[in-house]
């Protein structure tokens, strides 16, 4: 059974581009959950998907931040006109639906703005 | 709302050396809790989890006991090695079913030989 999967790992935008982020949950998971790690920080929940809906997101800054996780498909984390301050880890998490959920981590998506 | 305090790093000790990381939380309820542990550059790995109280967490020579009277979850170990040098992170969630999971700060680990 493959492990959660994220692309691009790494990836560079220019101030005021747009990042697309991908995360494939573990086969058989229908949760999906976002963080984010500043540097030299932990992790920080932003917002938690089951398939086509949000169920959670109190962590999600209000503008430019928006997130989806259709019924075929991997779940995308957009952010619009990125600024320096979006420089981060970006990890994505799964769970399975029954019982005291465990979440599995995804090897994270490092986006630099420069 | 749900916090995690973790012991602030770095923290330094020689190979066999003794190792305690303290945790502590705040929490409604009965909450699971988790320690996590990210080598450099990677994603984070579960290291063990506890879902009720004097629940013990055991994995690769780590142990941490669920104590809801002092609300902690310190982490332990008997004998570090150079490899075990990592970032570890106590973490939290709610007793409903699918929740978010609440972090503490991260404490950066190295073991010298």
């Known amino acids: 059974n493959a492990g959660v999967m994220q692309n691009p790992r790494h990836l560079v935008r220019r101030r005021g581009q747009e990042a697309r982020l991908r995360c494939s949950p573990m086969k058989g998971h229908s949760h999906v959950y976002w963080y984010r790690q500043l540097p030299e920080e932990g992790l920080k929940f932003m917002v938690y998907?089951?398939?086509?809906?949000?169920?959670?997101e109190s962590g999600m800054p209000k503008e430019r931040f928006s997130a989806e996780f259709p019924k075929e498909g991997p779940s995308i984390l957009r952010i619009q006109q990125v600024v320096r301050g979006d420089s981060a880890a970006y990890f994505c998490?799964?769970?399975?639906?029954?019982?005291?959920?465990?979440?599995?981590f995804g090897p994270g998506t490092r986006l630099t703005v420069l | 709302g749900n916090s995690v305090t973790q012991m602030e790093g770095p923290v330094t000790l020689s190979e066999e050396a003794f190792l305690t990381i303290n945790c502590t939380y705040t929490?409604?309820?009965?909450?699971?809790l988790f320690w996590y542990v990210q080598y450099p550059g990677e994603g984070l790995q579960l290291l063990l989890k506890?879902?009720?109280?004097?629940d013990k967490g055991s994995n690769k020579g780590f142990e941490a006991t669920y104590r809801k009277e002092t609300t902690s979850f310190h982490l332990e170990k008997g004998s570090v090695q150079v490899s075990d040098s990592a970032v570890y992170f106590c973490?939290?969630?709610?007793?409903?079913?699918?929740?978010?999971?609440?972090f503490g700060q991260g404490t950066r680990l190295t073991i010298n030989p």
């Open positions: 998907l089951q398939k086509e809906n949000i169920i959670d």
């Open positions: 506890a879902t009720k109280a004097d």
């Open positions: 929490a409604t309820g009965y909450p699971s």
């Open positions: 973490a939290l969630s709610g007793d409903q079913g699918a929740q978010k999971l609440v």
């Open positions: 998490a799964s769970s399975p639906d029954r019982g005291r959920n465990e979440q599995f």
